[in-house]
């Protein structure tokens, strides 16, 4: 049933339930104020004259009373009874054929508590009161046939119920169409509201993804039916992570609903456009072929390549699109959104601006969509575990340090390398998370170790992102107050790249971690753009020459005048150098005998759990005795 409908049967039906319960009351207060009446007219007889009847031993006396009685109870069709004991000693006026009838009934209705009422009998009502007499013996009792008055009494208020009742009724109809319609007016426009709600998003107003599938699985069906093409895109920022990071949230945003307005601009009218979260977004193009595609994805680029100037502050902000297409690449809605999704992300490794999707890409990227959706969880309950690679010094015979190297172990997939998922996780951008999580497992052994006697300085890898995060010396600190350690056990490495993405914003993060005392390593060392300027002015002071000029030293002279060097220059700058990846014995000697400070790699050991590597020093210990 409709509101409208609904609103005014409830009116109707309350105002119509109102009115019998009015009329109700009030036909009992006019019967009540009868049978009241009655009981005031008694008492007057029973003042006046009636309670002298009773009086003692004089029956004559009682009979000039009687008559007296009889005299002022004058009322028409009424009867006026004196009873003793419950029998009849007197009667006055029209008695009616069926008085023992009516008594009997009458001596049923009357109790202490009422003393008038309305009885019927044979069809006949009559309204009665008794009144005591001051002999408890005997009471006057007085009967008046209700007939006629109640048939006034009913046709007066059926009158005025009818009246009032009308005119209640007519304003009741109104204003009820009147709620009604304003109540259901109202409801429809927050039904409109909420549907748009719960369809679009709040910042830009696009479709979301649930009206995003709904158009896609539209097109679907209209593009089968029709035998056309449709293309899919998806699309995400590069670098939208920093800019939100650097320039706060409130630019962020500006940006994402500047982004939005260009895209609008850039494709047709019957393209849905819509945004995904975050910095994704998704376009959906109804008939559009591979080359439709491609212009497109050109043309949405090309609007992307002005500077977006948000309050006065410009910034650069170009996207990774993934095509796909239908029907070469899938016929379902979740098909063509994974192999977009496949597309973009080889659009981000290539910096090819879009690509369209590749079957041959999707094994890889298979598993690697798996780790993504996996590695949250993965960080949330705390799985990836610290492992630690020991850092010898070859001359003294001693384990100096180690450096601290994630693993996780996949419950599917087995080992993943932090090759694999470190980049993952940054994607996701919960790196510095995990790099806590590592650091704060590293302290934590590091004090098992320390109980041991074994003090061992460790190495953490820090990833660009962390390094453009200026409240991460904080975070540091607070870390390191909570495990009770002092900063110099702890050497941060940064890739020479890491530096590179922001060296301004990495300085001054570096300049802050080692005036609180921590140790600052480059590594990698020689694989980036090394500029000197920048080695001279950072506070570093350890080199890890990257692995790949030690894998080559003994055949190659090149890689060994690169190490010659980098050793000599690091020792100039003051600092310590360190060989990563050095596998043989072979190696081992020679880069010793170039000078290297300390030696890490398979030649001693790959990268242990803690309580390995702690087995694994005693054994490195009891070796080193027995050689000496
Ligand atoms: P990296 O900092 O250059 O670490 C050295 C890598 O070389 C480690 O690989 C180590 O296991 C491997 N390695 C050491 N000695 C040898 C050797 O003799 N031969 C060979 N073939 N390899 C050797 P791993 O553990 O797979 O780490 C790879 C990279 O992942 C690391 O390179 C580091 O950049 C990054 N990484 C690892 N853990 C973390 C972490 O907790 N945070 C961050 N931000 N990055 C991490
Ligand atoms: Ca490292
Ligand atoms: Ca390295």
């Known amino acids: 049933m409709r509101l409208k409908t609904q609103i005014l049967i409830s009116v109707l039906g309350i105002t119509l339930f109102a009115q019998l319960v ?7 207060q006019i019967t009540e104020s009868r ?31 009687l008559e007296e009685l009889r005299k002022r109870f004058s009322t028409p069709d009424s009867v ?23 008594m009997k009934q009458l001596q049923q209705a009357y109790n202490e508590k009422d003393r008038h009422g309305l009885i019927e009998v044979k069809g006949t009502s009559y309204y009665w009161a008794v009144s005591d007499l001051p002999d408890p013996e005997y009471q006057l009792v007085m009967l008046e046939p209700a007939g006629d008055e109640e048939a006034r009494i009913v046709s007066t208020l059926r009158n005025r119920l009818l009246s009032s009742g009308f005119i209640i009724l007519w304003f009741a109809v109104w204003i ?22 719960a369809l679009h ?55 994402l609903k500047m982004v939005s307005q260009r895209l609008q601009f850039a494709i047709r009218e019957q393209d849905t456009i819509a945004r995904l979260g975050g910095d994704e977004f998704a376009v959906l193009m109804p008939d559009t072929d591979l080359p439709g595609a491609e212009l497109c994805a050109r043309r949405m ?77 993965a960080i949330e309950n705390n799985v990836i575990t610290a492992f630690y690679q020991p850092l010898v010094n ?21 080992h993943i390398y932090p090759d694999e998922f470190i980049p993952l996780v940054e994607q996701v951008g919960l790196i510095r998370t995990l790099s806590m999580q590592i650091l704060r497992q590293a302290l934590k052994d590091c004090q098992l170790w320390s109980d041991r006697g074994m003090h061992l300085k460790i190495s953490v890898n820090m990833s660009a992102q962390c390094l453009q995060d200026l409240r991460l010396p904080e975070e540091i ?64 002071d350890t080199l890890k020459i990257d692995k790949s000029f030690i894998d080559d030293l003994i055949e190659s002279q090149s890689d060994r005048a690169i190490v010659k060097s980098v050793i000599e220059l690091g020792h100039n700058l003051r600092c310590q150098v360190v060989a990563e990846g050095v596998e043989t014995q072979q190696v081992l000697e020679l880069l010793d005998d170039m000078g290297v400070d300390l030696i890490q790699g398979y030649v001693f050991s790959p990268a242990l759990s803690a309580d390995k590597l702690m087995v694994w020093i005693d054994q490195y210990y009891a070796r080193q005795k027995d050689v000496v």
């Open 477 to 540: 600190n607070s870390i390191l107050q909570m495990y009770d350690t002092k900063p110099d056990v702890i050497q941060f490495e940064i890739t020479e790249s890491a530096l590179m993405h922001d060296l301004s914003r990495a300085r001054k993060i570096l300049d802050v971690l080692n005036e609180m005392g921590f140790g600052l390593a480059i590594d990698d060392f020689g694989t980036g753009f090394s500029s000197m300027a920048y080695l001279k002015n950072l506070p570093v």
């Open 35 to 65: 049978g009241d009446q009655l009981t005031i007219f008694l008492q007057y007889l029973n003042r006046e004259v009636a309670d002298h009847l009773t009086l003692p031993g004089n029956a004559d006396v009682s009979a000039i009373y």
């Open 394 to 414: 070859y001359d003294k015979h001693k384990v100096e340090g180690v450096e601290v190297l994630s693993r996780w172990h996949h419950p599917e997939l087995g």
């Open 201 to 255: 998003d709040s910042l830009t107003g696009l479709p979301n993804r649930l009206l995003l599938h709904d158009r896609i699985n539209q097109v679907l069906l209209q593009s089968e039916r029709q035998q056309k093409f449709f293309a899919l895109f998806l699309m995400d920022l590069n670098h939208f992570k920093e800019v939100n990071d650097t320039l706060g949230h409130q630019y962020g945003d500006e940006l």
């Open 301 to 377: 680029m090309k609007a992307m390549e002005a500077p977006f100037n948000i309050n006065d502050v410009a910034t650069e902000s170009k996207a990774s699109i993934g095509i796909s297409l239908y029907p070469d690449h899938g016929a379902a809605a979740e098909t063509l959104m994974q192999y977009a999704d496949v597309a973009m992300y080889q659009a981000k490794r290539s910096h090819s601006g879009y690509a369209i999707y590749n079957p041959s890409q999707n094994r890889h990227t298979v598993r690697r969509l798996k780790l993504m959706n996996d590695i949250r969880d």
């Open 80 to 102: 006026l009874l004196v009873q003793k004991n419950k029998k009849i000693e007197y009667a006055a006026g029209d008695v009616p054929e069926d008085l023992p009838e009516l």
């Open 22 to 28: 009015f009329g109700f009351m009030a036909y009992r």
């Open 176 to 197: 009820s169409l009147i709620l009604g319609s304003k109540i259901s007016h109202r409801l429809e426009e927050q039904n409109e509201m909420l549907e748009h709600q």
